[in-house]
């Protein structure tokens, strides 16, 4: 993390459809590549009960945007995109 300490915010939604559709295992990859890489941000995870789009989940709000249909290589793909 770098001395400016700008904050980068993620969201998982953890209603029980987003959950069984994958983000329960996003969720991990998120802490993992947490764990794992010097980013550029503070990062603050949280969840949420429903965004209203069970039909397009999982869905993961980045830093207000949000990403639907979200599987783990693609979750890679953004997070390396937005928070590194
Ligand atoms: S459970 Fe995630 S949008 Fe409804």
Redesign the pocket.
């Known amino acids: 993390m770098n001395e400016d300490n700008k904050q980068c915010r993620i969201v998982v939604?953890m209603?029980?459809?987003?959950f069984s559709r994958g983000n329960n295992k996003n969720l991990e990859v998120i802490k993992d590549y947490i764990r794992k890489n010097n980013l550029n941000c503070s990062v603050n995870i949280s969840g949420n009960l429903?965004?209203?789009?069970?039909n397009k989940?999982p869905?993961v709000k980045i830093n207000e945007r949000l990403y639907s249909d979200v599987e783990p290589n693609m979750l890679l793909e953004i997070l390396n995109h937005t928070l590194k």
């Open positions: 939604c209603g029980s459809s987003c429903c965004e209203d789009k069970c989940g869905n």
